[in-house]
């Protein structure tokens, strides 16, 4: 029986063991696959009209970089942009990690926007990213945001924030 017993313990570490951690080299490198709509679209050199309100828990994420974000759970970044020259919303928005373009959730209810600038067409400016943070390797990466022009023909984009990853 004492046999027995010891092969139940080696059996239960060993699957502890290898069904826990991540196989060696393959922790994660960057952002996910680019799914944006931005990647072969034209930069406009006019300054955009938008708002990056959050990335993971941080609030007002300009004035509190780097942005320390959990390599656990998801990471949000969330706001609201517009189409500045049309004065309407874009065709779509990205956050661009690492230079990779990621489509956000976008257009959804931003009824403040609308009333703030007095255009009934932002009522719906609000974007939002969430993709798991285990998808990003440890350490500093840049986040920015596109807004996609109405005719989709280019884009504009915001500053970048910095973050890091721990």
Known sequence: MPTLKFSF????????????APPPGTEPTGPPPATGLSSNLQLKKVPPLYNLEQIGDVVNPFTKQPVKVAATGDLLVSGWAVDVEAKDLGKGVDVV?????????YPSDRGDVATFFK??????????????ASGLRRGSHSVMVRIITKDGTAYYQGLPVAIVVE
């Open 9 to 20: 313990v080696l059996l239960t570490l060993v699957l502890l063991v290898c069904c826990t």
């Open 97 to 105: 990690i690492d230079g990779t373009p990621l489509a956000a959730n």
């Open 119 to 132: 255009n009934p067409a932002y009522a719906k400016a609000a974007f939002q990213l969430v993709m798991p």
